[in-house]
């Protein structure tokens, strides 16, 4: 892989604030994301100036899901990308939390005693109820990061999408166990370069 990956999760969200899930559910940026989102699209313009290349180069690959389109518009719009509805990719979706989206964790606990608790058992392959388990999502995950990759063999690419898969995406660009997978951080303030085999963060 010749050029970057820069990898962004989207920016603070209404239900991120409340601690509810979102999963393939959205809410709106709240003024803290948008700040978040110009402040990233500011740190990748200098980003792609240190690195040689001017951002109308890069090739935008994103969610579709509301909160990413937000953070993209913001973000592009300060760092001078380019970008149209074929950069949305449906892989890049959040991870769903099925019939838990939109709750927050007391309200689970009170409609399904003891799930959240089995979730943290076995993290990697519980699935909530009409959800997606870490298994699931690693499957369409690997699938996207294969088409990225073989994009940036041409140009760097910006990713834009979210926190549970953004940090599956890393762990299978660095060839992570699923236990240091689990532990990344979701940075909403921050971005990550893949390259050369590391992932560097960039604030």
Known sequence: ????????????????AEKRAQGHLDSPLTEMGRTQARAMGLALGQELARGGYTAPAVIVRASP???????????AETAGLVHDDACHDHRLR???????????????????????????LDHWNYCPPNGESY?????????ALGDIVALAA??????????????VLRGL?????????????QPQDSFYR?????ADRIS
């Open 135 to 143: 298994v699931m999502v690693e499957g369409r995950a690997r699938a």
């Open 154 to 167: 041409d140009k760097p690419v910006a990713v834009f999408a979210h926190g549970g898969i953004g940090r």
């Open 1 to 16: 892989m010749k050029h970057p990956i820069y990898l962004f999760r989207h920016g603070e969200t209404v239900w991120n």
């Open 65 to 75: 899901l509301g909160r990413v389109r937000e953070t993209l518009a913001i973000a």
């Open 94 to 120: 959040e991870m769903s939390w099925g019939d838990w989206d939109g709750l927050n964790g007391t309200e689970i606990e009170a409609r399904w005693p003891g799930e959240m608790a089995a979730r943290r």
């Open 194 to 198: 893949l390259h050369r085999g590391a």
């Open 173 to 185: 660009f660095l060839g992570a166990p699923q236990a240091d997978v689990l532990k990344m951080d």
